[in-house]
């Protein structure tokens, strides 16, 4: 089986290049947002009612526009959206490193939002397109890209913030610069006539063709769990190291482990996946085993309440290690499941308005992620209140079960099957 570096070099210029633009672009985000929620609250003095408003409108800005992204990037070809979003980003960086009074901070901060609406879609919709039909391998060598960037962004941007934040916010401003130009010169033109057909007809027309795409709207909805599962790593399981340990290492923890299994085994682990399953069968099961990844902690959650006295050494590690099986469990399902997802949403989206439909699916697991967090953060104070500390990872596992039923039933009906728009043409 091929590692994740032998699978990248597999591929042609323009999917390696896609590549490396999705290393960079996470490299330069994750080097400076953990530490710009500090910088607002410190440096800046902000309350934290401001901080969190300004965080907030990054994020909106963000999962509120993948449609148009997505739509802009069908258009108007997925090249100039990712250029425009890099470069957008660039503005964005720079500007939070002279930015000092509110007004400036909401708009470097939307703009960094923006900025990601606009090539997030037009990146998916590339590398798809030019993977042909090598799809769920690209996105396995996607993941782990993106999976890199996340780990070694932070550590740089450790190095810089000890320094100066404003270091942090050039550098990875210069680096959004340098992918921009490089993008200009390096990557492919989107196909004449794709773009040409979707001109044809109003923007509202190919949104209410996507939002009425049965199959689709479906899929993205039994899809939406996962999302709520997967955004664990980043708030139910720190909760539950502070809890359990009063520290932050098992945090630091959990982000080294699912990154350095991602990007050493994501390629033999959709290898794998694919010579046993079709890709609503690798979802299926990737989605149970998502949901039994919450099982050590729903097991330890009880004895782990019981335990009193000091939290040191043995007894430290020991209650590490039902947070990192889940942590362990949940980047395998992912690894499992990310490479057939994406591909999936292309044969039942269809091939006119692929960028569109990947935007529409994030916006619709934006949404997913919002009520999902209230609802596992309700779950965890509900659990602690009434002395049941397992309820909240019985809650969580159930939900994976009830998304892997769902995928199941959309694939024995027969709706994730290739449409005649979707099927590969014959030679």
């Not at 009063?246 to 694919?274: D, K, P, Y």
């Not at 395998?332 to 499941?337: K, R």
């Amino acid at each position: 089986m091929k590692s994740t570096l032998a699978l990248a070099r597999s591929f042609d210029r323009p999917v390696k290049l896609l590549l490396v633009n999705q290393l960079t672009i996470n490299t330069g985000f994750y080097m400076l947002m953990p530490y710009l929620a500090g910088h607002l609250s410190g440096t800046l003095a902000l309350p934290a009612a401001l901080v969190g408003l300004i965080l907030g409108i990054r994020n909106l800005s963000q999962q509120g526009m993948f449609l148009v992204g997505g739509t802009l990037a069908d258009r108007l070809g997925h090249k100039p959206m990712i250029v425009a979003g890099c470069g957008l980003r660039t503005v964005a960086f720079l500007l939070l490193a002279v930015a000092d009074s509110i007004p400036a901070l909401v708009v470097a901060s939307a703009l960094t939002g923006f900025a990601g609406a606009l090539f997030n879609p037009a990146v998916r919709a590339c590398l798809a397109q030019e993977a042909g039909e090598r799809k769920v391998e690209a996105f396995a060598a996607f993941n782990a890209f993106y999976q890199l960037g996340i780990l070694i962004g932070p550590l740089i941007g450790l190095v810089l913030n000890g320094m100066a934040f404003k270091l942090v916010c050039l550098t990875a401003g210069l680096m959004f610069a340098a992918l921009t130009i490089a993008q200009m010169r390096a990557l492919p033109a989107q196909a004449k006539e794709q773009g040409q057909g979707q001109e044809k007809r109003g923007v509202l027309l190919d949104w209410r063709e996507a939002i009425t795409n049965r199959p689709f709207l479906l899929f993205s909805l039994a899809m939406i769990g996962s999302y709520v599962l997967n955004f664990q790593v980043y708030l139910g399981l720190p909760l539950e190291v502070r809890r359990v340990t009063a520290g932050e290492l098992g945090v630091t923890l959990i982000f080294v482990v699912s990154g350095l299994m991602t990007i050493a085994g994501q390629a033999r682990v959709t290898a794998w996946a694919a010579r046993r399953w079709r890709p609503p069968q690798a979802i299926t099961w990737g989605l149970v085993l998502m949901g039994l990844a919450f099982t050590p902690l729903a097991l330890a959650a009880p004895l782990a309440s019981a335990a009193t006295g000091p939290v040191d050494g043995i007894a430290h590690a020991l209650l590490l290690l039902p947070v990192l099986g889940t942590a362990v469990l949940l980047s395998l399902a992912t690894m499992i499941i990310y490479p057939f997802e994406m591909a999936t949403i292309v044969t039942v989206g269809g091939r006119r308005m692929v960028a569109t439909y990947y935007g529409l699916y994030s916006t619709l697991a934006g949404i997913g992620i919002a009520a999902g967090n209230l609802l596992s953060g309700w779950a965890l104070d509900l659990g602690g209140a009434v002395g049941l500390p397992s309820l909240p990872w019985l809650a969580l596992a159930l939900i994976g079960i009830g998304c892997a039923a769902a995928v199941r039933a959309l694939d024995r009906s027969g709706r994730l099957a290739a449409s005649p728009e979707t099927a590969p043409a014959a030679a």
